[in-house]
């Protein structure tokens, strides 16, 4: 069986970012988002059998609706293959 453990995205972390002219976005968004898409990439081309993401997905308690999304839109990818 092959375990993939991660964890501490805190998204929303964005110091030392500037604002992407293509996206609006900081980034150090786009560099966490880019982290998580290259952990998702990995346990799909390794055929992971469970995949645990034990918390801290945000910096804050109220993460904007972006952040939420961009999450909810990499993590659903991950469920659904």
Known sequence: MKILHFADLHLGVESYGRIDPAT???SRFLDFQFALDQVIDYALENRVDLVLF???AYK????????????ARRINRLSTS
């Open 60 to 71: 804050s308690r109220e993460p904007s609706q972006t952040q939420q999304r961009e999450f």
């Open 24 to 26: 609006g976005l900081s």
């Open 54 to 56: 034990c918390g801290d």
